[in-house]
């Protein structure tokens, strides 16, 4: 079988069997694990916990190797994602984005015994409808304190996020 050689971003190549019809989905996983083991690498080496994201592969399998790498939970986006880890066994999650509204609350409150499953939070307001929901339940939730970092899509501002903190926990 014969292949055509395909450079990638970085200028390696990936050589892609004539028969495999294009556009198709083609994964090196050679260089998935390499990224997989550097990232590890540099997070140990750093002391920093690695929780990467899922919502770019969505799948068991890439998420059991980054486990298998090294990361120390996984870092969904939505509810439905973190319920199809927990599922699968992938129970040791954080969520990236704040929950809102009681619909999700209740969601969170069933899958919570399930996983360690740590939630977050980028406002007072926020932090108080969850710990509303959850007091009257008696379950409780490690909640993270998300810090905008540059983006300005979720998080308080890094000048402000130790006065956010001591506020949350008084």
Request: proline share 4%; with cysteine; aromatic share 4%.
């Amino acid at each position: 079988m014969s292949a055509k050689t395909w450079e990638t971003a970085d200028g390696a190549a990936l050589a892609i069997p004539d028969d495999i019809e294009t556009p198709s989905l083609v994964i090196d996983l050679p260089r998935v694990r390499a990224n997989l083991n550097d990232m590890a690498q540099f997070a140990q080496a750093t002391g920093v916990e690695l929780a990467p994201h899922v919502k770019t592969h969505r799948t068991i399998q890439f998420a059991r190797m980054q486990i298998e790498s090294g990361a120390t939970r996984l870092c969904v986006a939505k509810l439905s994602e973190a319920e199809h880890f927990v599922d699968a066994g992938l129970d040791t999650l954080v969520m990236a984005y704040p929950l809102a509204g009681e619909e999700r609350y209740e969601r969170a409150k069933r899958l919570i015994p399930r996983a360690d499953l740590r939630l977050s939070v980028d406002s007072l307001e926020a932090a108080r409808g969850l710990s509303g929901s959850l007091a009257g339940s008696g379950i409780r939730a490690d909640v993270l304190l998300l810090v905008d970092t540059g983006f300005h899509r979720v998080g308080v501002l890094p000048e402000t996020a130790i006065d956010r903190a001591r506020e949350l926990m008084g």
